[in-house]
């Protein structure tokens, strides 16, 4: 609900301004957005299993994992407005939240986020931890390399990571069958020799079951696991994206299939009150709602700033610190 919410808002607050022709730098959250509504039982039903030490890695359209693997709502949201007191300062956006306190990153590079999780995994084990990883990625990224070559070395190294493909049948307007002979892309799995599991539905239990045997698999040191689970995109592939390439019927089908208002009346037939799901939609709209009142009130980074935070050792003449080693090499 937190995530659904979120996006709705976010979409509201982004088209402020941008309008009537389209300006992608106008108005208060500059640059592209990516929303994931109609992805939530993914994030959430994976993220339930996970503690602060497990690492997560997301693709560009991150924000319901983000919120279901805990990230700092307010400084997430800050960090989507361009404001100081964002995640990255406010100069990352929305594609580049990171939150070492629970240990989160996403990457606007498809598959991109499978090679750290791996590291994350290979770190896992060589301090004798019982921490997890889990990559998150869309099916529109299952032939990179970086997503293949990930399997291998999760696998050969037996790593406790966990690859999650989100399939929302869409790659910006690239039907899923124009981008890969798999239907399934669970079974990429198979050629590492890997469990391959895929959820087929979004429901946010079904996910939920499916990563419990996964990351418990991973924790116990039994190795990793390929999950797919199919989502929906309820929206453009960006904001601002006209969907001229989608039929009518396709968008129609994704918002009837909603697993938030599904999962609310298998709540209700298991006998939870309407006033208990209510309570808890109102919690999570009025959290959201104080996130991005927030968020909005915070002071843009100056522009000076611009060049911290870029280079580990900034090019000199751009700070007055003293660079921490020699550029230019040295004996070592
Ligand atoms: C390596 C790389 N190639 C191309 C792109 C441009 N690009 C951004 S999103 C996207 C499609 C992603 O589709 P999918 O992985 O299914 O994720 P979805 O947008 O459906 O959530 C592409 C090709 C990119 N970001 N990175
Ligand atoms: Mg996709």
């Known amino acids: 609900m937190t995530a659904r919410y979120y996006e709705e808002r976010l979409q509201e607050e982004y088209l402020e301004g941008k309008q009537p022709a389209f300006d992608i730098s106008a108005g208060p959250i500059p640059g592209e957005l990516h929303l994931a509504a109609g992805h939530e039982a993914s994030g959430a039903g994976v993220c ?4 602060d030490d497990d690492t997560v890695t997301a693709p560009h359209r991150p924000h319901h994992i983000a919120i279901a693997k805990g990230v700092d709502l307010k400084a997430m949201t800050a960090e989507i407005f361009g404001r100081e007191s964002g995640l990255s300062s406010g100069k990352g956006g929305h594609m580049h939240l990171f939150d070492p306190d629970v240990n989160f990153a996403c990457s606007g590079i498809i598959a991109e986020g499978c090679p750290p999780a791996v590291g994350a995994g290979l770190a896992a084990k060589k301090r004798n931890e019982d921490s997890v990883a889990v990559a998150f990625l869309g099916e529109g990224a299952i032939d990179q390399g970086a997503f293949l070559e990930s399997l291998n070395l999760a696998a050969v190294q037996n790593l406790p990571v966990v690859f999650v493909i989100e399939d929302n049948d869409w790659a910006i307007s690239m ?6 002979d798999v239907t399934d892309g669970s079974k990429r799995a198979e050629g590492f020799e890997l469990p391959g ?6 429901d946010a239990v079904a996910v939920y079951d499916a990563a419990r045997e996964a990351i418990g698999r991973a924790r116990d040191r039994n190795g990793p696991t390929l999950l797919e689970v199919q989502v929906h995109r309820r929206m453009g592939h960006f904001m601002g994206d ?11 089908a994704a918002t009837e299939r909603d697993s938030i208002e599904r999962l609310a009346e298998d709540l209700r037939e ?9 309570e808890l939609r109102a919690e999570s709209h009025d959290r959201v ?3 991005i009142e927030w968020a909005k009130e915070q002071p843009k980074p100056e522009p000076e700033a611009a060049h911290e935070d870029v280079f580990v050792n900034p090019p000199s003449g ?5 660079p921490e080693f020699d550029l230019a090499g040295g004996d070592d």
Do not use: C
């Open 242 to 252: 006209p969907e001229t390439y989608r039929p009518e019927e396709d968008q129609e």
């Open 197 to 202: 599991v895929r959820v087929d539905h979004d």
């Open 175 to 180: 039907p899923k069958e124009r981008i890969t």
């Open 318 to 322: 751009v700070t007055d610190s003293e």
């Open 289 to 291: 709602d104080e996130a």
């Open 270 to 278: 298991a006998g939870v009150e309407d006033a208990t799901i209510e």
């Open 48 to 51: 339930a299993h996970l503690r």
